[in-house]
């Protein structure tokens, strides 16, 4: 699961990037704040990590080198 962080962010970082952003990537109404910028969490690294193990575990013996 992804953790929203914009509601982290102090208000001149947000300006700063909602200004970074071209204008057709914010909803209509620049309703910005709808937007979620997610941060990876440490369960999210796992589960990858996890999931690559599992997948290189699937291939045949000869493939895994």
Same mark, same amino acid.
């Not at 001149?12 to 970074?20: F, H, P, R, Y």
């Not at 909803?27 to 910005?32: K, L, Q």
């Given at each position: 699961?992804? /953790?929203? $962080?914009?509601? @982290? =962010?102090?208000?001149? /970082? &947000?300006? =700063? @990037? !909602?200004?970074?952003?071209?204008?057709?990537? @914010?909803?209509?109404?620049?309703?910005? %704040? +709808? $937007?979620? $910028?997610?941060?990876? /969490? =440490?369960?999210? &690294? %796992?589960?990858?990590? =996890?999931? &690559?193990?599992? !997948? %290189?575990?699937? +291939?045949?013996?000869?493939?895994? !080198?």
């Amino acid at each position: 699961m992804n /953790t929203p $962080i914009w509601h @982290l =962010l102090d208000k001149d /970082t &947000q300006e =700063l @990037l !909602k200004s970074c952003m071209p204008k057709d990537w @914010l909803p209509p109404g620049d309703r910005f %704040e +709808k $937007i979620k $910028i997610y941060a990876p /969490t =440490l369960a999210d &690294q %796992e589960e990858e990590h =996890l999931m &690559q193990i599992d !997948k %290189e575990m699937r +291939k045949p013996s000869r493939m895994r !080198k």
